[in-house]
């Protein structure tokens, strides 16, 4: 069986699952459905599609498979002592689940590997990352496409920020570093002033299959 591509993005003890199609007969439960309803087909395929995933992958790690309905700000409420996040773009479902005591914050997000529209850049960066993306871009052109991979990895840091603090953060509270080898990244968590608050975040992407998936995890063990 193919090892899925996020697998190769998490820390240890984490677990990933992922599928390229919706599952149009994959079963939800009474309190999914209930979520979804009257919502499009494609729309509650995906729903369905990607709680596959998480399921798959909780069973993987060993918890029993369980209802996952997102609360009201449509973040899914996970299992006592696990962290997960969700991600779906067109092609691409995936799911990514870790013991708490493992992981303190997992994020994941997955976006078609496309520039970002024009301007785009500019409302979800600062300067300073600006700037280096512009030397990713010349350096490595062929590498990522680096203004939606910057994209990406903010919204896997917020997917990994948002359900542990139920704060909000715009794009530029959130500095990424790319690093220099690797498919590697840092992202610190910077108050409005700019001032840091202590908050900081590991990450890992990969770019392939016209995809560009990145993870953000924070308190990961290796022991």
Do not use: N
């Not at 992922?18 to 499009?40: C, I, K, M, Q």
């Not at 006592?80 to 969700?86: L, T």
């Not at 991600?87 to 997992?106: I, K, P, Q």
């Amino acid at each position: 069986m193919r090892r899925p591509l996020v697998q190769e993005l998490l820390p240890p003890y984490a677990v990933g699952a992922e599928t390229r199609a919706d599952a149009p007969h994959e079963v939800l439960h009474p309190e999914e459905r209930a979520a979804v309803a009257g919502v499009s087909e494609g729309r509650r395929r995906e729903f369905a599609t990607v709680r596959g995933c998480a399921r798959r992958a909780l069973t993987t790690l060993g918890h029993a498979p369980v209802p996952l309905v997102p609360d009201p700000r449509g973040v899914p409420r996970w299992p006592a002592g696990v962290v997960g996040s969700m991600t779906h773009c067109r092609g691409y479902r995936a799911a990514v689940v870790g013991w708490r005591r493992d992981v303190r914050a997992l994020g994941v997000d997955a976006e078609p590997s496309r520039p970002l529209r024009e301007g785009v850049l500019r409302t979800v960066s600062r300067p300073e990352e600006r700037e280096r993306i512009a030397r990713l871009e010349e350096a490595h052109p062929q590498l990522a496409c680096w203004d939606r991979l910057l994209f990406c990895a903010k919204e896997a840091v917020f997917k990994a920020w948002f359900p542990e603090t139920r704060r909000e953060l715009g794009f530029r509270d959130v500095v990424v570093t790319f690093g220099a080898a690797g498919r590697t990244f840092r992202a610190a968590v910077v108050a409005p002033g700019g001032h840091g608050t202590g908050c900081d975040f590991d990450g890992r992407w990969l770019a392939q299959d016209g995809l560009l998936v990145a993870v953000a995890f924070a308190g990961a063990t290796d022991r």
